[in-house]
C-alpha cells in the first residue's frame, strides 16, 4: 500500500479485499456443488424403477385352446394360461382347472373353466378331426347277377387299395340298386368332401335247355353183345 495513505483508509482498502476474497471464495463452492451430482436421489430413482417393471398385472387370460381328435388332453394349468409369465407362481398354484365338459373322441367346440378362488373364468376348446389322406379315387363298373346279396366291403368297389383309416371314412350308398330287376343302376362313393359315381350292372343268367334221349336210341357205352346178354336176361 502507498505510505500516503492513511491507517483508516488502509483499513478499508483491507476490508473491501476481504469481503471480496469471501465472495469469490463462496461462489467457487457454490459451483462446484452444483456440479457435484445427487447420488442418493439418483440411487433411489433406479430401485423404484426397478420395482414398478418387476410388478406383475395377475390377470388372468385363458387361451382358446385346440387339438386333433382322440388325443390326450393336457391338465397343466400353464398350458390354458395366455398370459403365464405376467401372473405371480402362487396364485397359478391357487388356479383350478376343469375340462370335464371336452369330449376330446367327438369333434366340435367346448368350454373348460378356470377357477380363483370364487371366481370363474370361461374359455374354449376345439376338438378336430384328423386330416385324412388326400386321395383320388376311381369306382367300378360292376356285373352282379340277378337276386344276388350286394357286398359291403367299401375294396371291392374301388380301384385304388386302401387303408383302414381311409375305409372307415368312405361313404358307400346303394341305396338306388335294385338286385331284384335287371338293369343298370348308378352308386355313390364319398371321400373327404368328394362324390364318386359308380355302374352296377344287374343281369339274368341265360338258362340251358335239357336235351332228352329217344327211346330208340342206343346208350352210349353199351355194345350189341352187352344188348342181346341184357335181353336173354329179361326173357
Known sequence: MEKGLSNKQR?????????????????????????TPIKK??????????RVANMKSNEIRLKAMEQEINQPISVNIKDYLE????????????LKLDTSMVNVNQAGTYTYTVTYKKKTFNGTFTIKEKPLPNMVLTLKDLNIELGSTLSTDIQNYINEPLTDEVKQNITLDLSKVNTAQAANY???VTYNGRLYTGTITIFSPQKTEQQETPNNQQTPGKTEEN?????????
Open 41 to 50: 436421489e439418483k440411487t433411489e430413482f433406479k430401485v423404484v424403477q426397478k
Open 227 to 235: 344188348k342181346n346178354t341184357d335181353e336173354q336176361k329179361q326173357s
Open 11 to 35: 483499513y478499508i482498502i483491507a476490508g473491501a479485499i476481504a469481503v471480496w476474497g469471501v465472495i469469490f471464495i463462496g461462489s467457487g463452492v457454490t459451483m462446484t456443488m452444483m456440479d
Open 186 to 188: 348308378q352308386y355313390t
Open 83 to 94: 398370459n403365464v409369465n405376467d401372473i405371480d407362481n402362487d396364485i397359478i398354484e391357487d
